[in-house]
């Protein structure tokens, strides 16, 4: 990823040292976490399911159980969630040349070529080659596990805005903001 890192620097001259609003940054970064929690969920097949429930029998005889979808389910997220603050070391943090506005991209895209967003912004260089991203994704999935797990569980709408705005207060969009705000889909890039 250093060598990655420094290859950009080379091909983007038009990089710029700053320091940033931890806070911006830590709302972009729980977004992306959410965003990359989404795209591992639609890769998996939405016929596999798994059972759920106890084990043990009631008065009965009878177990209660529940077939779900594995890619939503306690088990799949969890796993999900030890990996994912990994996924950080693919980006960067940047500002629009047209605005000014701060950002994290993905340095390549799913289908494995640059992210050609990349002509439109200036990449933030700092001093620790963008490693607190991955501190601050650590931080929001150790303090919001729960809440990850649950959202996710429940497939609810703008989860990006539910959990990163309304429940961890990371982002200042409110739920009266969904309608002027689009979920960024990054496969999309």
């Known amino acids: 990823?250093?060598?990655?890192y420094s290859l950009l620097l080379a091909l983007f001259p038009h990089c710029i040292l700053s320091t940033v609003d931890p806070k911006n940054v830590r709302c972009l970064v729980c977004r992306s976490v959410v965003e990359e929690i989404d795209s591992v969920i639609q890769k998996v097949d939405p016929k596999r399911t798994m059972e759920i429930g106890s084990?043990?029998?009631d008065s009965k005889g009878n177990q209660k159980q529940k077939t779900v979808p594995y890619a939503r389910s306690e088990m799949h997220l969890t796993d999900v969630l030890e990996t994912i603050c990994n996924k950080m070391d693919d980006y960067v943090r940047a500002t629009y040349k047209t605005s000014g506005e701060l950002t994290l991209l993905r340095l390549?895209?799913?289908d494995g070529q640059m992210n050609p967003e990349l002509s439109h912004v200036d990449i933030v260089q700092d001093?620790?080659?963008n490693k607190s991203l991955k501190f601050y994704c650590e931080g929001i999935v150790e303090e919001y596990e729960e809440n990850i797990l649950r959202l996710f569980a429940r497939d609810a709408d703008n989860i990006d805005i539910k959990l990163c705005s309304t429940e961890a207060k990371l982002c200042s969009h409110s739920e009266s903001d969904v309608d002027d705000y689009e979920f960024e889909d990054k496969d999309e890039l």
């Open 1 to 4: 990823m250093d060598f990655l």
């Open 55 to 57: 084990y043990r029998l």
């Open 108 to 110: 390549i895209g799913a």
């Open 127 to 129: 001093s620790d080659l």
